[in-house]
């Protein structure tokens, strides 16, 4: 069988999962922020849901948990054992009750459509490639979100300060384990301008973007 980019994220982080998840314990302000400004309403009187695509351990899916109204939070990750740190996660810091997880590839989400309140979408969408199956990820973020619903979108920036370009390029970013092995990650570095042409080319549009300690931040609702 073929191997495909996303089986290539998949081995990465199931292999780095346990350290990675180690290094990764507070939430984000940028996502803090976003969670707590917004007000969550449910799609046809069902329970309200958020989703975080591309979990991790879910630090970012406790905040959905504990800083909106949602009902209950959906985690997505492609990596196994990354979801794997992210319900100890949720066990030990008392949010299982309102958090399940899904294995799937953010290039397809496997909920129905309208069905989410709150999206957050944060350091998942430049793993993807190539730039079409990124735009089709997006357009899976609007067709899950509810009217009304928004999502906080954040990939690097040219603007962090490990590099030294001003337009977008692919690149690999190695992950030092414990042991001295290194594991090569694929990224896609956004600017701003091609970073908000993407979600436009989308079935979202941008309500808002900047660029925040070195991400590229987007707040987008669905195109009516």
């Known amino acids: 069988m073929t191997k495909t980019p996303q089986d290539s994220v998949r081995a990465t982080y199931d292999t780095i999962a346990e350290h990675f998840a180690a290094t990764r314990e507070y939430a984000w302000p940028e996502v803090e ?3 707590t400004s917004q007000h969550v309403e449910s799609a046809y009187s069902r329970e309200s849901v958020g989703l ?3 979990c991790g351990n879910g630090r970012h899916a406790e905040t959905l948990c504990k800083r909106t109204s949602v009902d209950k939070t959906v985690g997505i990750d492609v990596s196994c054992e990354l979801l794997r740190t992210a319900q100890k996660r949720a066990a030990n810091r008392g949010f299982a009750d309102k958090f399940g997880v899904v294995h799937a590839d953010a290039g397809t989400i496997p909920l129905q459509s309208e069905s989410v309140s709150i999206a957050i979408y944060i ?3 430049h793993h993807l490639r190539p730039r079409q199956r990124r735009i089709e990820s997006l357009s899976e973020v609007a067709r899950v979100l509810n009217s009304g619903g928004r999502a906080l979108i954040s990939a690097w920036s040219t603007a962090h300060d490990r590099f030294d ?3 977008g390029f692919d690149t690999t970013v ?5 042991d001295g092995k290194s594991i090569p990650r694929y990224y896609h570095i956004y600017d701003l301008d091609e970073f908000r042409s993407d979600i436009n080319a989308s079935a979202l549009s941008t309500v808002e973007v900047e660029v925040s300690s070195g991400n590229c931040y987007a707040v987008a ?4």
């Open 33 to 35: 922020s976003f969670c």
């Open 52 to 54: 975080d695509l591309g």
């Open 123 to 125: 350091a998942t969408l």
């Open 165 to 167: 370009r001003d337009t």
């Open 174 to 178: 190695e992950w030092t384990l414990p």
């Open 221 to 224: 609702e669905v195109i009516d």
